[in-house]
């Protein structure tokens, strides 16, 4: 008798996906589909979970300090109950004696491998059986029968495997003894100041805490800022009758250069020192500026790289003030439906490979209506050939997965989408068609006048060729009437540095000579203030995770210290979602900033009074360098355990020996007082 093929996916609607790719015409049963030579199940998500303290021995029920830390030689599993009758299903396909070779068809990442892994396990699927691995980018058909063609043995994921084992045994130990502790150590002060009427223990664990701390920090920051008022000098000048503004600095031969005096270089800390300086100004009448130095060059300003999790969640939360769980699930779902290729991916570039046959994507946009215009210029021209070559594929920068791309396909289930998740999928392809435009261009003429011994600056800034941006405009922005270039993201406006430009002054500054003299019409003083830092918003709060408690804003920057982030691209939109759920932090679902409760900030008290390399945003992300380092091989999973279970007994017990209710008491006071 010839032996089946089991195909496992981590969803049904997947399942129906690789029924259909492999022409599957077999009898839906209870929990999976057959035919007379394959079979197709799947899992609704986690089958299998880690037990509770209690079911190794019912000493650890009730929480107490003596039974602290809790650090099991070997860890439980059992069935979830609500899925069990699935995962009865599930294991007796899986130990059938018809079914010959097992592909693992979860989610191509750690928690797909980790979900499989543990139905393995718990089912005891003998090792006899031939099992390989589906890893696939996107859910269209070719793509999936690719994954199947080229499946590994699922032993060549066995290092995932263990980074994935680890990562949830030290999310449990961590949760476990550290929430523990410190609910019997601190939760009877917090509960009591807090007028809690019933008992809620103190949560904690190894990414949400420290996220709690970066938005706790951020707040004492906005706290403690004290604007600095400053005041900056002005001119007016004239040529051929039109106005252009200078800014004076105090560069070298100034007279206040390296003065106390001064804010910065271009700014006093007093007005009376900036009317001083015009008052010497202008001691000789009339007052003229002498052309100095006239700098003209071309600024080209390359197509950004395209959307990892992050940066789209990062998008989205600008442009639609949607949180990254709302972005993550409608990716998801462009994901399901073909349309986008897979979205838990740290990734902004294309892989060679993926790279040689790009023309199928794009060809698939010529039917989208916001696509076809720009996919029919890329393919006339043929300007997708030489993108090999350029940043937007770098195959050093891809660990699991290449960026989110449109596929081309599945654009029949466009009009099932939400109006925003309409939106999103637009984003996605005009950041994915933009690469393959040229720059945007940029004329920039700096002028430096002098008065005197003193220097004035001006800089201009004209769009020349808009490039890319042509294919920026978003359907859903207001048009900007200046240049009838769509709005979207700051960065990508035609903006200049100071001087609007009209097409007048534009003529006027090419007529601009150095030695010429300029009459200036006027002095002006201009105040300002320093600004305190900004709040979070929940896509910056996504960037800065990605970036170990740094929102590094510049690209080049941030593609160096990947892979040193908080959490995964999977995980940091529930963690900010916990904190939200449990009361910890305050979602502005209008705005998306995001602030501290009183409940939260109290919790941070505790936890930088007892475990403060919780809230240490480098040392969290070194945990999740480390399971990188065990999925890589470099590292094993006993010296990664070790140094877990090191970590977790010396804090625990280190927590134990405190006493530090009194200092704590004063925190708790000097932070309720900002909150009604």
Same mark, same amino acid.
């Given at each position: 008798?010839?032996?089946?093929?089991?195909?496992?996916?981590?969803?049904?609607?997947?399942?129906?996906?690789?029924?259909?790719?492999?022409?599957?015409?077999?009898?839906?049963?209870?929990?999976?589909?057959?035919?007379?030579?394959?079979?197709?199940?799947?899992?609704?998500?986690?089958?299998?979970?880690?037990?509770?303290?209690?079911?190794?021995?019912?000493?650890?029920?009730?929480?107490?300090?003596?039974?602290?830390?809790?650090?099991?030689?070997?860890?439980?599993?059992?069935?979830?109950?609500?899925?069990?009758?699935?995962?009865?299903?599930?294991?007796?396909?899986?130990?059938?004696?018809?079914?010959?070779?097992?592909?693992?068809?979860?989610?191509?990442?750690?928690?797909?491998?980790?979900?499989?892994?543990?139905?393995?396990?718990?089912?005891?699927?003998?090792?006899?059986?031939?099992?390989?691995?589906?890893?696939?980018?996107?859910?269209?058909?070719?793509?999936?029968?690719?994954?199947?063609?080229?499946?590994?043995?699922?032993?060549?994921?066995?290092?995932?495997?263990?980074?994935?084992?680890?990562?949830?045994?030290?999310?449990?130990?961590?949760?476990?003894?550290?929430?523990?502790?410190?609910?019997?150590?601190?939760?009877?002060?917090?509960?009591?100041?807090?007028?809690?009427?019933?008992?809620?223990?103190?949560?904690?664990?190894?990414?949400?805490?420290?996220?709690?701390?970066?938005?706790?920090?951020?707040?004492?920051?906005?706290?403690?800022?004290?604007?600095?008022?400053?005041?900056?000098?002005?001119?007016?000048?004239?040529?051929?009758?039109?106005?252009?503004?200078?800014?004076?600095?105090?560069?070298?031969?100034?007279?206040?250069?390296?003065?106390?005096?001064?804010?910065?270089?271009?700014?006093?800390?007093?007005?009376?020192?900036?009317?001083?300086?015009?008052?010497?100004?202008?001691?000789?009448?009339?007052?003229?500026?002498?052309?100095?130095?006239?700098?003209?060059?071309?600024?080209?300003?390359?197509?950004?790289?395209?959307?990892?999790?992050?940066?789209?969640?990062?998008?989205?939360?600008?442009?639609?003030?949607?949180?990254?769980?709302?972005?993550?699930?409608?990716?998801?779902?462009?994901?399901?439906?073909?349309?986008?290729?897979?979205?838990?991916?740290?990734?902004?570039?294309?892989?060679?490979?993926?790279?040689?046959?790009?023309?199928?994507?794009?060809?698939?946009?010529?039917?989208?209506?916001?696509?076809?215009?720009?996919?029919?210029?890329?393919?006339?021209?043929?300007?997708?050939?030489?993108?090999?070559?350029?940043?937007?594929?770098?195959?050093?920068?891809?660990?699991?997965?290449?960026?989110?791309?449109?596929?081309?396909?599945?654009?029949?289930?466009?009009?099932?989408?939400?109006?925003?998740?309409?939106?999103?999928?637009?984003?996605?392809?005009?950041?994915?068609?933009?690469?393959?435009?040229?720059?945007?261009?940029?004329?920039?003429?700096?002028?430096?006048?002098?008065?005197?011994?003193?220097?004035?600056?001006?800089?201009?800034?004209?769009? *020349?060729?808009?490039?890319?941006?042509?294919?920026?405009?978003?359907?859903?922005?207001?048009?900007?009437?200046?240049?009838?270039?769509?709005?979207?993201?700051?960065?990508?406006?035609?903006?200049?540095?100071?001087?609007?430009?009209?097409?007048?002054?534009?003529?006027?500054?090419?007529?601009?000579?150095?030695?010429?003299?300029?009459?200036?019409?006027?002095?002006?003083?201009?105040?300002?203030?320093?600004?305190?830092?900004?709040?979070?918003?929940?896509?910056?709060?996504?960037?800065?995770?990605?970036?170990?408690?740094?929102?590094?804003?510049?690209?080049?920057?941030?593609?160096?210290?990947?892979?040193?982030?908080?959490?995964?691209?999977? *995980?940091?939109?529930?963690?900010?979602?916990?904190?939200?759920?449990?009361?910890?932090?305050?979602?502005?679902?209008?705005?998306?900033?995001?602030?501290?409760?009183?409940?939260?900030?109290?919790?941070?008290?505790?936890?930088?009074?007892?475990?403060?390399?919780?809230?240490?945003?480098?040392?969290?992300?070194?945990?999740?360098?480390?399971?990188?380092?065990?999925?890589?091989?470099?590292?094993?999973?006993?010296?990664?355990?070790?140094?877990?279970?090191?970590?977790?007994?010396?804090?625990?017990?280190?927590?134990?020996?405190?006493?530090?209710?009194?200092?704590?008491?004063?925190?708790?006071?000097?932070?309720?007082?900002?909150?009604?």
């Amino acid at each position: 008798m010839s032996k089946k093929a089991l195909y496992i996916s981590e969803k049904p609607s997947v399942a129906q996906e690789f029924a259909k790719a492999l022409k599957i015409n077999g009898k839906k049963r209870d929990g999976y589909i057959e035919s007379e030579e394959a079979i197709v199940t799947w899992c609704v998500g986690h089958l299998v979970t880690m037990s509770y303290p209690e079911v190794y021995d019912s000493v650890y029920k009730k929480w107490a300090l003596d039974t602290l830390p809790f650090l099991p030689d070997s860890f439980l599993y059992e069935v979830i109950p609500s899925v069990k009758k699935q995962f009865d299903t599930v294991s007796a396909l899986l130990t059938r004696e018809d079914v010959g070779v097992i592909y693992v068809c979860t989610d191509s990442g750690r928690e797909g491998e980790y979900i499989y892994r543990l139905v393995d396990q718990m089912a005891k699927v003998p090792d006899t059986k031939e099992k390989r691995r589906v890893w696939i980018d996107s859910q269209t058909e070719e793509e999936i029968l690719r994954g199947i063609k080229e499946a590994k043995l699922l032993s060549e994921y066995d290092n995932l495997s263990s980074s994935a084992y680890l990562r949830a045994k030290e999310d449990y130990l961590m949760g476990i003894n550290f929430s523990r502790v410190l609910s019997l150590k601190y939760g009877q002060t917090v509960n009591n100041y807090l007028q809690n009427k019933k008992w809620s223990s103190i949560s904690v664990g190894r990414v949400m805490t420290c996220v709690l701390g970066m938005v706790v920090r951020r707040e004492q920051e906005i706290r403690d800022f004290v604007k600095t008022p400053f005041y900056r000098v002005l001119s007016t000048m004239t040529f051929l009758e039109k106005k252009i503004e200078g800014e004076w600095r105090a560069v070298e031969g100034s007279s206040y250069f390296g003065s106390p005096l001064l804010y910065k270089e271009n700014g006093f800390k007093k007005k009376e020192s900036a009317k001083e300086l015009i008052s010497h100004l202008e001691e000789t009448k009339p007052v003229t500026a002498i052309v100095e130095a006239i700098e003209r060059k071309k600024e080209k300003k390359q197509p950004p790289l395209l959307f990892n999790l992050a940066e789209l969640q990062n998008v989205c939360s600008k442009l639609f003030k949607i949180s990254p769980d709302e972005t993550l699930k409608i990716t998801q779902e462009l994901y399901e439906k073909k349309l986008v290729t897979y979205p838990r991916t740290d990734a902004r570039v294309l892989s060679t490979a993926v790279s040689k046959e790009i023309y199928k994507n794009i060809r698939g946009l010529c039917n989208y209506q916001y696509g076809k215009e720009y996919a029919s210029v890329i393919l006339e021209n043929k300007s997708y050939q030489g993108i090999a070559k350029t940043k937007y594929v770098n195959d050093k920068q891809i660990t699991d997965h290449y960026a989110i791309i449109p596929t081309g396909q599945g654009l029949g289930a466009l009009n099932s989408l939400t109006p925003t998740a309409k939106k999103v999928y637009e984003a996605i392809v005009r950041r994915f068609l933009s690469i393959f435009y040229p720059p945007a261009v940029y004329q920039k003429t700096s002028l430096t006048t002098k008065v005197g011994i003193e220097k004035f600056f001006s800089s201009f800034r004209v769009m *020349t060729e808009q490039g890319y941006l042509s294919v920026m405009g978003y359907s859903f922005s207001k048009k900007n009437s200046a240049n009838g270039i769509i709005q979207q993201e700051k960065e990508e406006r035609d903006t200049d540095d100071g001087n609007k430009l009209d097409e007048g002054l534009i003529r006027v500054i090419a007529g601009l000579k150095k030695g010429m003299e300029l009459p200036v019409e006027a002095f002006a003083i201009k105040e300002g203030e320093t600004s305190p830092p900004k709040r979070y918003n929940s896509g910056s709060m996504i960037l800065a995770m990605e970036n170990a408690g740094q929102l590094i804003e510049d690209e080049e920057l941030r593609a160096q210290i990947k892979g040193s982030g908080i959490g995964t691209s999977a *995980t940091r939109a529930e963690i900010l979602n916990k904190l939200v759920r449990i009361e910890y932090l305050k979602l502005n679902k209008k705005t998306q900033i995001i602030t501290p409760t009183l409940q939260g900030e109290l919790i941070y008290h505790v936890v930088n009074l007892s475990i403060r390399s919780l809230l240490n945003p480098e040392l969290t992300a070194s945990w999740e360098k480390g399971l990188n380092y065990v999925a890589e091989g470099q590292i094993t999973e006993e010296e990664y355990m070790q140094k877990l279970n090191r970590f977790v007994s010396q804090w625990t017990q280190g927590v134990k020996g405190l006493a530090n209710q009194y200092e704590l008491r004063k925190l708790f006071d000097q932070s309720a007082t900002y909150y009604k």
